[in-house]
């Protein structure tokens, strides 16, 4: 599971706190760019958390489906062949393109 691999989350970034040094870092600016981490960690669980819904949704879905196929995976026509296929779409190449595709 991704939380297994998940080391940090917004709340433990937002809680952590640094020693100061001598000559560290200032804590305005690492505060200001742990609030950036902070905000793209829950932007990106959000989106996670969507993926996830709607990969169900789309699971729970085709096994609805079954074996139905869609229009578009169904033959074109009846007696019509891969090669008839081919000799159309490279008419329609010509039609649209010119000459210019076989130069």
Do not use: C, W
Not at 39 to 44: A, C, G, L, M, S
Not at 74 to 83: I, S, W
Request: hydrophobic share 30%.
């Amino acid at each position: 599971m991704l939380s297994d691999k998940i080391k940090l989350t917004a709340k433990d970034i937002l809680e952590k706190e640094f020693k100061a040094g001598m000559r560290g870092y200032k804590p305005e600016d690492v505060d200001q760019f742990l609030d950036l981490v902070i905000r793209d960690y829950e932007t990106f669980h959000q989106e996670i958390e969507e993926l996830k819904q709607e990969n169900l949704k789309l699971r729970k879905k085709l096994e609805e489906g079954g074996s139905r196929q869609p229009a578009s995976y169904q033959q074109a026509a009846p007696g019509t062949t891969n090669f008839d296929i081919l000799k159309r779409l490279s008419n329609l190449e010509k039609h649209v393109f010119g000459n210019k595709l076989y130069e």
